[in-house]
């Protein structure tokens, strides 16, 4: 069982973002660290394996500067090796793009049984990317699974809908996306990290795969600033606050 | 050139049309071309809402036999274009199936995607979105620059629904092609949640918890609150991922947008995804140990 797991590096969500004032795009120049949200189908993949009791998982990301950080974090969870691609002619790619780009890293990764990515990523959240590689590969794909398992030649998820959940029967190959909560992502140990730093990573261009022109049809225009809601009015509970919110909510006339 | 014909992926329950496709039938309907709804499925009784919403033509697939959208709808849809019938834009909810049909769309006719975003305006030649970003403390307005028809993805409640359009509605069958291994995932079973009380999504009084009621089973305060309000419960993330309620509780980014007269939120920190689904509430009361929480 061969897994490849797409892992986006992304800015420290838990700093303030910021724009490139020549092209309004998002600064990716500080140093990236692993999507969390890709964390959860690093721990699927490696479980996967795990179970199967052969295979191994295989990391494929696009980022710029040679950028590696976040991919020796999911090293040090276990994959095994990475391909990433980083090109300057890439900076600022539409989703569609990085779908070919990760596609083409996904070909030159080796032979594949399932293709595991996030439903959407902290940084750019279009929530297209994974379905949109499953067409360029010609696969069939499953997005917002909660729980996966593999049955010979098949995949079957349990898929969140707005309602409740789907269960889904998927041949394989397959590409398939998951939710946060899939599973409980493991934290590297000290061995892991160790032994991540001599793992291969396999860096590219796109045109290494095989994509020569890149453009896409977007273009930002100008970025303005939405209007401020007032700053609200803060009450510090006594005991009686309960009164205040009853009074606010009867001259709302929702009681 | 303006817009001529602008389409809507169009979804329904039976026969009942989603909101979010009469929200975006209404705002095509004000681009000034003609409007057509693409169904995934049948459309049935909701034809009669498309049409008063603004849809000259419906187009739709017939029963997709548990195949999920993204394949067939796609596959549909690039057969009516290449017989034709080419829309100048195309215009879906930031949903499950709508963003996956999109998806696929954008490779088999090789156009960008504008996603997450909440207002269209048209501009002589020029299609602009608007989309905010950084929790909505900006609006980014875009542009596409290439080939039409353009991909663009509309988060839920951007648009308000306007019925008596008085359109025709003419009913036309879209079947998709040959799917090959593209179709290999099939439905089995469909679970639904049981709710009572109003949708989430509809509900006038929406009261939310989060993290900081402690522990799963402070959830009753809040689903016993939501009941005397005649309101609906709804979550933040980090509980729903904790498995202390269903993911279709969640508020937000990926949870559903609400917009009530009146949000509580109970222990709730105001985490920019999950501002985006609650910041169009008219009132919103914060309950929170934290003063500086948003
Ligand atoms: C605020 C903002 C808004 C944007 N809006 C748009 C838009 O509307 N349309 C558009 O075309 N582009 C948009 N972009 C650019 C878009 O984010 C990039 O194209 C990005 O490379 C891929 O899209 P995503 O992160 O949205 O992917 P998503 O589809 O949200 O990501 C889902 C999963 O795909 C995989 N994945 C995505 N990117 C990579 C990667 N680089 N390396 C490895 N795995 C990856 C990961 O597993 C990830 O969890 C936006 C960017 C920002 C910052
Ligand atoms: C790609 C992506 C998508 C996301 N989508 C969503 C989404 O759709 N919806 C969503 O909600 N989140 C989403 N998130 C997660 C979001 O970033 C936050 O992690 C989440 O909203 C935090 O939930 P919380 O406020 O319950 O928890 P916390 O952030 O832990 O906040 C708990 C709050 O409770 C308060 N508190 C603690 N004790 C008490 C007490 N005794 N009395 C009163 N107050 C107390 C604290 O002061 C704090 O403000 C997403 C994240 C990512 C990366």
Known sequence: MNVIVCVKQIPDPALP??????????????????????????????????TAGDGSVTLVSMAPNDEVSGLRTALAMGAEKAVLVSDLALAGADALTTAKVLAGAIGRAGDFDLVIAGTESSDGYTGTVPEQIAEVLGLPSVGFAK??????????????TEAGYDEVTCTLPAVVSVTAGVVEPRYPSFKGIMAAKGKPVDTVTAADLGIEAVSWAQQITSVDDAPAREAGEVIEDDGETFNKIVEFLDGLKVI | MTLNNIWVFAQADGDTASTATLEL???????????????????????????????????????????????????????????????????????????????RLSVKLDRTVLTNSTDITVDGDSVRVQTPIFGGSKLVNSTFTGERPFLAAFRPKSFEAAGGAGAAGEVVSAAAGELGATGGATVTAVHVEETSGPKLDEAAVVVGGGRGLGDAEKYDMIETLAKLL???????????????????????????????????AAGISGATQHMVGMKGSKNIIAINKDKEAR
């Open chain 1, 17 to 50: 973002g910021e724009l490139d004032p020549s092209t309004n795009t998002l600064k990716r120049d500080g140093k990236l660290i692993l999507d969390e949200s890709d964390s959860y189908g690093v721990e699927m993949a490696l479980q996967l394996v795990n």
């Open chain 1, 147 to 160: 729980t996966i398992t593999v049955d010979g030649g098949t995949v079957k998820v349990d898929r969140q």
């Open chain 2, 25 to 103: 039938l209404s705002k095509a309907n004000t681009l000034g071309g003609s409007v057509t709804a693409f169904v995934a499925g049948s459309a049935g009784g909701a034809a009669a809402a498309f049409a008063d919403h603004g849809a000259a033509k419906i187009y739709e697939t017939g029963d997709l036999a548990g195949s999920l959208p993204g394949p067939a709808v796609s596959s549909a849809m690039q057969a009516v274009i290449s017989g034709g019938d080419a829309p100048d834009v195309i215009m879906f909810p930031q949903n499950y199936e709508g963003r996956d049909v999109m998806a």
């Open chain 2, 230 to 264: 005649k309101g609906a419960p709804g979550a933040s993330r980090a509980i729903v991922d904790a498995g202390w309620v269903p993911y279709s509780y969640q508020v937000g980014q990926t949870g559903k947008v609400v917009k009530p007269t009146v949000y509580i």
